[in-house]
């Protein structure tokens, strides 16, 4: 090919894409610039989407070996013999902190919630049950609402106690032929309360059903924190009666996003969620969970950051998410007008106006302010949410002084949005 129709050929845009490429240090340049007006989750003012650990050594070891592992693919692990090794450490060390007999990694909660749900479906089928149902409590993610509409399950959420905690005779009165699996979570996202497993993992065994255990959100802080001397009630694998579990590696595992373990008891149950297809031209294909081309960087970040931190990481880790809860929760509770929703289990509660004060907050209002100061809060239908990292243990005073300013000024709301995820399309 002669330059000139090199030349002819770059020059015609094709479909949406740009007619030429563009040079990498101008693109990265421009980049940098942009990203200036994204969220600032590393000043400790943001508490939703990235657990900063705050850790400059860890979190060079993870840019590290994301870029080291970038292209690696680990559809056929035994190309790869290094995520395979990094692979069977990741998932040994889940099952020894949680009690689990078998282990799969996933993309993420709602990928581990979606294979749960999927391989209690298809127990249920086994069993004879056509149309099976799930049973949770209406705090359970939605991810259960999601799979639930995917694989056609049909999702009862039962109404929680006045604590905040699911109902287990609630759970108790809903149960039926079609029942398929009830879901305890440890803790919920909107208030941080753990469900009381083992009187919902009793029922289900009493009735030959099964449990999940929905810790995407703690289950790699959960057992630290009973290290630290918190009071944390059984909730994993040691309670009779749990069948499966969901544990995020890339919230309090403080991995890098796309990185989470879904864990079952038995072999049998497991056992519904392997995959194989023999009748391929391409030839045998077979996986333990939906993807097939998995990237190798959440395996190596997995893996680089357990192993990094070890037990004592995590409790120093542990320790500061502890420190900046206690500092959080006393600083809310100190302040007229305001009450933590619920009595919280872990590092993430809501707070909301207080209606048994004289004073009325209007928490809209509240959030308004502090998002004038740069603080992020979510905003939930009852009030405001905090989820702690270690980097927020330096922050709380200022944290404390913005709020308590906030909730003595009286604003009107300018009717921000509860939004948490977000749909993109064009
Ligand atoms: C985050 C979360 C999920 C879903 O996990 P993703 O990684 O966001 O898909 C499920 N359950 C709970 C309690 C969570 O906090």
Known sequence: MTGDQTDAISAATIGGLPATGRPADEMLDALRIERGG?????????FSLVYNTDDPELERLQHEVASMFLHENA?????YETLLRMEGEILS??????????????????????LAVQTARDHARANGVASPTLLCAETAHPAFAKACHYLDVERIA???RDDGRAD?????????????????SAPCYPFGVIDPVTEIAALAAGRGLLCHVDACLGGYLLPFWAALGQDVAPWDFRVDGVTSMSADIHKYGYSYKGVSTVMYRDRDLYQHQIFMYDSWPGGLYASSSSAGT???SPIAGAWATMTHLGSEGYLRLG???????????????????LRVTSDPDMSVFEFGADPDTGRSV??????????????????????????????HDRVVDAFVTDLADAAASHGTARGGEHVYGGVVES
């Open 319 to 337: 320790r500061r998410v502890l420190d900046a809860t206690t500092g959080f929760l006393e600083g809310v509770r100190s302040i007229d007008g």
């Open 93 to 114: 060390m889940a099952k020894g902190l949680f009690g689990a007999g078998h282990a799969a990694l996933s993309s993420g909660g709602t990928e581990s919630i979606f």
């Open 38 to 46: 994204d969220l600032d989750w590393r000043g400790g003012r943001a």
């Open 294 to 296: 998995r990237p190798g």
């Open 362 to 391: 209007d928490i809209d209002a509240v959030a308004d302010l502090m998002d004038d100061r740069g603080w992020n809060l979510d905003r939930q239908q009852g009030g405001l949410h905090v989820m702690s990292s270690p980097g």
């Open 168 to 184: 287990p005779d609630a759970f108790a009165a809903a149960i039926d032929d079609r029942t398929a699996v009830l879901v305890a």
């Open 75 to 79: 559809l056929n692990p035994f190309r």
């Open 158 to 160: 039962l109404p929680t």
